[in-house]
Structures are given as structure tokens and as C-alpha cells.
Nanobody
Framework: QVQLVESGGGLVQTGGSLRLSCAAS????????MAWFRQAPGKEREFVAA????????NYAYSMKGRLTISRDNAKNTVHLRMNSLKSEDTAVYYC?????????????????WGQGTQVIVSS
């Protein structure tokens, strides 16, 4: 089992930045590809970003590319998501996920472990 706990969400103004964090415990964190997904009210959960076990490959949602940086620290069992130039449409609950996939896939089904989510609200 892997337990994931997100933090760093909150209220931010349009154009601002946030850094989300995900702390993992349980099985060997470094074995897992880690990802961030988000879910806005009334919408499906969607892929945001992913990073392979050693940080060698990353993948970002096309709609958000250029505004995101995903990183991980295997020594501290954490993964981070830096989001810049935030827009109102970025308002959502952001979820951390982990999976044994070898690729930074966008597919939710490849991630077997999920956190409880952290709320991000972008307001003007």
C-alpha cells in the first residue's frame, strides 16, 4: 500500500502561482510513476502532469503546458507540482496519484493509489 497526502492548495489570484506537494508513505515510493490529476465541479477528473520513478521523463496536459513543472524527491518521498499564471479555469480539486507504470501516462486506470485531494481556487 502507498498512502498519499496532498498539501499546498488554497485561494490564489488570477496570474498567481502555487506549489502543490504530495507526501507518500508505505511501499517504496521510488518504484512508482507519480502524477497529478484535477477535477472541477461537474467535470471528469483529468490528467495534469506525471513523472517517472527517477524523474527521467515527464508529461504535461497540453492545455496547461508551459505553466507547469512536476518534480520529485525520492529521498523525501515527495512529489511537487508548480503551477504558474493560474487562471480561473484551473479551479479544481487536485489529486496526487501513484502507479507502477513505466511511462508518465495520462490514463487514470494506470494509477492505483490516490490521495484525498487538495482544493485550488483561482479568483480575480
Amino acid at each position: 500500500q502507498v498512502q498519499l497526502v496532498e498539501s499546498g492548495g488554497g485561494l490564489v489570484q488570477t496570474g498567481g502561482s502555487l506549489r502543490l506537494s504530495c507526501a507518500a508513505s508505505g511501499r517504496t515510493f521510488s518504484n512508482y510513476t507519480m502524477a497529478w490529476f484535477r477535477q472541477a465541479p461537474g467535470k471528469e477528473r483529468e490528467f495534469v502532469a506525471a513523472i517517472t520513478w527517477n524523474g527521467g521523463a515527464t508529461n504535461y496536459a497540453y492545455s496547461m503546458k508551459g505553466r507547469l513543472t512536476i518534480s520529485r524527491d525520492n529521498a523525501k518521498n515527495t512529489v511537487h507540482l508548480r503551477m504558474n499564471s493560474l487562471k480561473s479555469e484551473d479551479t479544481a480539486v487536485y489529486y496526487c496519484a501513484g502507479g507502477r507504470t513505466h511511462w508518465p501516462t495520462v490514463s487514470r486506470s494506470e494509477y492505483g493509489y490516490w490521495g484525498q485531494g487538495t482544493q485550488v481556487i483561482v479568483s480575480s
